[in-house]
């Protein structure tokens, strides 16, 4: 399904109905959107790791504009700002009310921009290894000195400064690297996980190097006044712990969850307790 907003065609798609009978009646289940990490990847990061949710949330899953399915156009116009737009302009397009909005790794950096800017749509806010500003990086490569190889510490600036080539480069980086996201690497698991996605190089590129270095929300999340769950793996080298923290710090009222076993994706590598950190969250005042 695509929603034609902003000058571009979003790729969406929906988990769970809207609506439960619930005896007599029909209940109107609450609506959570799901961010994607990237840039250059789509909404396939989360399936089927999210789905169980969708008992009790409808989800909305997006590829940001120039990702996934959605329409290749300008990538310059695939700011951090526009893409926390056609967030809302999809909710609106979709006619939802306030929304929950759960995002991973580079779209949990999209969420706290969409948040700050909209903060009257947003019941809920869901920060899942990620950071409030391009300070990560410097922690990232210190940490990957610590546990990382040679070629991969060798190899990390071809991706984060905007520096891959082609296709066959991008696959080259990932097979040196994708070992380095994960806690305890399991291939066949990471090998389907990692292959799921509609790479898009172009944004990529841009996006490491014109946009990130840019990045930093801190400022603006002091304001928050969401109700927020920051997760973290406390193995994750790219969005260390300590991103984690500086944003529990900086948000009022948030709460910061931390998985012992996990690297960057505690929603697969402890998927059980994942999902029961969410619900509880989720529950909270409803």
């Known amino acids: 399904m695509f929603a034609a907003i902003n000058g571009t065609k979003i790729y969406f798609d929906v988990e769970g109905s809207g609506y439960i009978p ?3 009646t029909m ?3 609450p609506v959570l959107v799901a961010v ?5 990847s ?3 990061d989360f399936k089927p790791w999210l789905t169980p949710l969708a008992e009790d949330y409808q989800i909305v899953y997006l590829d940001q504009r120039c990702n996934g399915q959605s329409e290749r156009v300008d990538v ?3 700011t951090y700002d526009q893409l926390a737009d056609d967030i809302e302009a999809l909710r609106l397009y979709l006619g939802l009310d306030k929304i929950a909005v759960l995002g991973h790794s580079f779209g949990g950096m999209i969420a706290q921009v969409y948040a700050t ?3 009257q749509s947003v019941s809920k806010l869901l920060l899942i290894n990620t950071a409030p500003s391009y300070a990560f990086y410097k922690e990232a490569k210190a940490f990957a000195k610590r546990i990382g190889t040679e070629e991969q510490v060798r190899t990390i600036p071809e991706l984060f400064e905007g520096n891959i080539r082609d296709d066959e480069h991008l696959t080259q980086w990932w097979s040196i690297c994708w070992d380095l996201y994960w806690y305890d690497y399991q291939e066949e698991l990471g090998g389907d996980t990692g292959n799921r996605p509609i790479g898009s190089l172009d944004i990529t590129n841009y996006t490491f190097k014109h946009l990130m270095p840019q990045y930093d929300v801190r400022p603006q999340i002091k304001e928050l ?4 769950l920051i997760v973290a793996g406390r193995h994750d080298w790219i969005t260390p712990l300590t991103q984690s923290e500086e944003m529990h710090a900086l948000i009022p009222n948030s709460e910061l969850v931390v998985f012992e076993k996990s690297g960057h994706m505690p929603f697969i590598e402890e998927h059980a307790e994942f999902l029961q950190v969410v619900r509880a969250f989720l ?4």
């Open 22 to 24: 619930v005896g007599p």
């Open 27 to 29: 209940v109107k289940k």
């Open 36 to 40: 994607h990490g990237g840039p250059g």
């Open 42 to 44: 789509d909404h396939s």
């Open 76 to 78: 310059t116009t695939a």
């Open 117 to 119: 800017r909209y903060p």
């Open 225 to 228: 006044a969401v109700p927020t």
């Open 283 to 286: 529950c909270k005042g409803e």
